[in-house]
């Protein structure tokens, strides 16, 4: 599976991005699909995770404010981040695995493939 990230840019606070994240191969359906995200000097974090059975799930930093959906049809993941930070500024990454469970989801290593990244920058 190949990963394309898009979408991002510089917005105010308070705005709102779309991600997309395209995907290749035609077995993308059977992915648990993912956002993570990584600020300078930090480590890459857990977003959010949107099974095949429709169950998301999202780290207390954005939920509430971010909504991860996939299309299947069009093997594409999406990342809506509204009410946006500053401290949201980071470059966002896409990520898909196979063979998750619950509890290992929030790890980097448990994702078996990666998009390139897209920038995030959010002025305050």
């Known amino acids: 599976v190949q990963l394309q990230a898009s979408g991002g840019g510089l917005v105010q606070a308070g705005g709102s991005l779309k991600l997309s994240c395209a995907a290749s191969?035609?077995?993308?359906?059977?992915?648990?699909m993912g956002w993570f995200r990584q600020a300078p000097g930090k480590e890459r974090v857990f977003v959010a995770s949107?099974?095949?059975?429709?169950?998301?799930y999202y780290s207390d930093s954005v939920k509430g404010r971010f909504t991860i959906s996939r299309d299947d049809a069009k093997n594409t993941v999406y990342l809506q981040m509204d009410s946006l930070k500053p401290e949201d500024t980071a470059l966002y990454y896409c990520?898909?695995?196979?063979?998750?469970?619950?509890?290992?989801?929030?790890?980097?290593?448990?994702?078996?493939?990666w998009g390139q990244g897209t920038q995030v920058t959010v002025s305050s």
């Open positions: 949107r099974w095949r059975s429709g169950t998301t």
């Open positions: 191969g035609r077995t993308f359906s059977r992915y648990v």
């Open positions: 990520a898909a695995g196979s063979g998750l469970i619950f509890s290992t989801q929030y790890r980097v290593k448990s994702y078996d493939y």
